[in-house]
């Protein structure tokens, strides 16, 4: 390829209190001095005055705003963010968006960088990318990539059946990834191939949306391409990062201090995800899930209080995912 310049707007999602403000204001001031022509802001919901506030502090960016009364999830916010995109008359196909959280940072020079990248790959490569988080992304520390025969049967990622051989893909180049599941922050990807995948189902509400986007991208037969040029660096952590480390969100759903609502959306939604979309057998998949919640619960939740109680709702969680069951559950505090 040959590229010499590119232009792209970027989507945003935001929800909660002024306690995400700092961090939103941060990601879009990113976003202009790498240059973003336009934002599109999704309020999920917020519980300040999003267009006073946010418009007062960027008045020389394009800036559109699309308001929810409450927070309806992930899947609905970047679907509605990525509509609003795509539905712009004035945003010409050959552009680029950009998906983002309101907690991440831009790198500045992001467009020269993706113009070298770019620049590297073969004309008639069918591809989109994403950025790698710097500090939370280990793509680059693997040799390998994981293919659809590591997630077939399988449920969070766990299965008893997987070996290495036939479900890691060697690297044709070192700087090159290519990741079966992304985020949805960092996807940058133009107008005219968005147009052309499906969004998610609105009904995950949160977690693993983004799998089925991916899955989505797919199957529209785009690969997805990853490159230590292009970054993203985190202004907070994850609910299950401590002091700049992963922690299992089994241990923490087990730690009856810690909300369940996060952990048993994950679950559920990978279950309808895998028994609907990466389901080759029948045996191998009930297996993985009575194992995971068995180890599960002796790993991290015998002994703990209120452990039962939770064993209980992980079970029904399973089985809401296995019956298609999706959407807000108004019983699992995030």
Known sequence: MNITNMSFATVIVTYGTTNRL?????????????????VYLVNNGCQ????????????DIELEVIDFSKNSGSSKGFSAGVKAALDDLVLSDDRYVLILDDDVILDKDLKKEFIKVENTIESQSKHIWSLTREGRDHTFSEVSDRNINYYNNSIAGFSVFNTKAGTLDERTRDDIARPFFIPWAGTLIRKDVLRKIELP????????????FSLNIRESGYDIYKSE???????????????????SGYKLYYNYETNPGRFLYKIRNNTYLIK??????????????????????????????HSIVRLKMLFNAVRDGLRARLGENNNWKL
């Not at 700092?22 to 336009?38: C, D, H, Q, V």
């Not at 300040?48 to 008045?59: A, I, L």
């Not at 040029?229 to 922690?247: A, H, M, T, Y």
């Not at 979309?277 to 002796?298: A, D, H, P, S």
């Open 22 to 38: 700092s961090g939103l204001i941060r990601t879009i001031e990113s976003t202009i001095i790498a240059g973003s022509e336009k």
């Open 276 to 305: 609907n979309r990466l389901l080759t057998n029948k045996f191998y998949f009930y297996c993985n899930i009575v194992i995971f919640i068995t180890l599960g619960f002796f790993r991290y939740g015998i002994l703990k209080k």
């Open 229 to 247: 040029r292009l970054i993203l660096r985190e202004s907070s952590n994850s609910w299950f990062e401590n002091n700049g480390g992963q922690q």
């Open 201 to 212: 189902k609105p009904d995950y509400f949160v977690y693993e949306d983004d799998a089925d």
């Open 48 to 59: 300040y005055d999003v267009h006073s506030t946010v418009q007062d502090e960027f008045k």
